[in-house]
DNA sequence: GACATTTTGGCATTGAGTGCTATAAATTGA
DNA sequence: TCAATTTATAGCACTCAATGCCAAAATGTC
């Protein structure tokens, strides 16, 4: 099947050394963890480290490219008769369905993400990916270019939401992260207008959207 | 006037500090600029640098820690009788309103944060701090509290529209920074309807989104 | 076995950031 | 004027992330 692979095997695999950091991290911490210990952990030296992931925050983000790269296919292919808002939803809340395995690992990674400091902030860099493929999609519907500012602003806010479900569903144990996900964008949606926020039933499952998005919010 | 400070004189102050830096990654770079060389210019000593600002990032940040105060109390001191998104669109576009000198260093300051990953990723840090303040705001508005989904969708998703604004406006030379804020947040609020996007005019100015938000669309 | 290819390891270097300690400069009070 | 106190600074040592460079190891090919 596979053309053989000419020179030396690699000695490990990103998926084992992004094994290893996590373990690392979720025992003794991010900072207190050194790529040192990373890369002993694996059996490779420290500058081959630096050959499987460019930084150590980078580890933390395990498959990441291959979710944006699943987003986008999501978004290229929905029928044009489907409204905006709602491909973007059923796109971001599809690549998010994750089996429990995959479930248990990312509320590791996204509880290291949005507490360590350095990681927070290495997630600007990251979620900017996110963020290009989004405004791609917005241009593509709205006319204009991905850099303009209604698909700009389209996606970041976009993203604010995506990561306002991810801090809502890593801080509480329960609750399903797809559900939490299409309730921010759907949130998104309403242009946070208070009538519709705490009273108006929303289309889809004929939810009062006050119902499950306003805990504390009591009825006019 | 003065209460008599004590100890001894500092030698120099963040103002300076921070106009020293900027005017050094204005003309190297940011990251060919070491804090030894913005340390030497000011007169004071690496060590020293880092009492005034805790990384070199934060040099460019400047007075932020003021504007996050003002939008805190323009949050606070809005009538509860105006609207959610109405009031948080006026503090936001005030906040930004500057003078002149003011906006040719905060245009230096914008396209450094936007260009350089380094500072991309600290920006993070920062609008973290801009985000908590309008999560409270929001919070109190719709009850609950500010690390509930809702606030924090808001907050986040507000963030983002201000993002894109400032990219929007960083990018074009030309342009008033506080329209621009105005329009992304006016934007949010209709929740990217594709109708009321492309057609239908918004309340305040009269004019339609479309003319103002969609360079590159058509009519319907 | 010679050769090309790919991965790895080790070394040196740069530069950010921190902890510790001594010193300089200023006010206050006797 | 001198001592005590207070605050800011300078310098040193140290850790650690990240990068460039080059030699060595491992593998397939001819």
């Known amino acids: 099947m596979e053309s053989s ?40 030296s420290r500058r081959t480290f630096f050959r499987y992931y460019q930084s150590k925050s980078d580890a933390v983000w395990g498959a990441f490219d291959a979710e944006l790269a699943r987003l986008d296919r999501l978004l290229s292919e929905a029928p044009d008769e489907e409204g905006l808002m709602q491909v973007l939803r059923r796109a971001v809340v599809e690549t998010n369905r994750f089996n429990e395995e995959q479930l248990v690992d990312l509320r ?19 979620y900017e990916e996110w963020c290009d493929v989004v405004a791609r999609f917005a241009a593509r519907r709205l006319g204009g270019r991905p850099t303009d500012l209604a698909p700009q602003t389209l996606a970041r806010a976009a993203l604010g939401a995506a990561m306002a479900a ?33 009273g108006q039933p929303l289309g889809g499952d004929g939810a009062r959207i006050g119902d499950k998005y306003l805990q504390g919010g009591e009825p006019p």
């Open 5 to 44: 692979p000419r020179g030396r095997r690699p000695a490990t695999s990103r998926e084992d050394v992004a094994r290893a950091a996590l373990a690392l991290f979720s025992r003794q911490g991010f900072e207190a963890t050194t790529v040192d210990e990373i890369a002993s952990e694996v059996g490779i």
């Open 166 to 198: 991810f801090e809502e569903w890593t801080r509480r144990d329960d609750g399903d992260l797809t559900e939490v996900v299409d309730q921010a964008l759907a949130l998104l949606a309403t242009g946070f207008d208070e009538d519709r926020l705490k």
């Open 108 to 126: 590791l990674r996204m509880s290291l993400i949005r507490s360590v400091p350095t990681l927070v902030a290495h997630s600007a860099v990251r």
